[in-house]
């Protein structure tokens, strides 16, 4: 696999052209906008570590940021978060409107699909195909980061408990690492243990990170997160660290990456990646 990233996920957008034309961009320019491809390297490095070798990865790679841009561009809107900053960019409601930016994230998600159905063509293991279909949507909906977008948005204004704190963070924010790393797995040909122990990995990591954001938003600059900080307090907005403060939320965030860790070295093949990706994560500033 020698394209990069940055690559694959280009050559899957649309082209902006015809009367369509405006949406596509918003589109392009929600998914283009930076950001670190945490999502689709794990898929990659995932399918990898499985022995998995060719481009029908790619199709999900590309989709799966699809997914992860469209639930930003609706995190930002004036009904959400009200952001106008992503990435030290505006975002993209506030570049193209209310209307078109939430008709951007539409386009996104069903277009997410669309590009992830490309790889039965690129297959020979077309029942692989179709299960990562099906985990791609079950981590991505109602189950998924919907639902824990659902919580959150409900809970906004409001105290949260420990447990709707857990709840929102797992679905919310490990949901679509844990599609992730299952679906380069699946894809690949893991068995259905080491299926679930990836799952597990990405549940640790998705909590470690959404923790660790916690925490940025606190010690953090808006010039090295790309977006407003002190933006959870501002709002009143129940976060991990609400409840064990800065230095418990830094003990937490390591104890979920020891835990990943150890998951990670019971699992075949070249685990440096994986190793060094979990404890970068740990001490990230942005």
Known sequence: MTRTVEDVIAGYLPSAKGQQRTVAEAMNYSV???????????????????????????????????????????????????????????????????????????????????????????????????????????????????????????????????EQLAFIYELKTSALLEACLMIGAVLAGADEEQVDVMERIASDIGNAFQIRDDVLDVISSEEELGKPIGSDAENKKTTFVTFEGLEGADMEVHRLTERALELISTLPGNKAFFNDFVRRLEKRRS
């Not at 078109?100 to 790889?119: H, S």
């Not at 990562?132 to 809970?155: H, P, T």
């Open 32 to 162: 283009l906008a930076g950001g670190k491809r945490i999502r689709p390297t794990m898929m990659k490095e995932a399918y990898k570590l499985f022995g998995g070798e060719g481009e029908e990865i790619e199709p999900f790679m590309a989709a799966i940021e699809m997914i992860h841009s469209y639930s930003l561009v609706h995190d930002d809107l004036p009904c959400m978060d009200n952001d106008e900053l992503r990435r030290g960019k505006p975002t993209t409601w506030k570049h193209y409107g209310e209307a078109m930016a939430v008709l951007a994230g539409d386009g996104l998600l069903t277009m997410a699909f669309e590009t992830a159905a490309k790889a039965f063509s690129l297959s020979r293991h077309p029942d692989r195909v179709g299960r990562c279909i099906g985990i791609l949507a079950r981590k991505a909906g109602l189950y998924g980061m919907l639902g824990g977008q659902s919580v959150d948005v409900e809970m906004t204004g409001n105290p949260l408990t420990r």
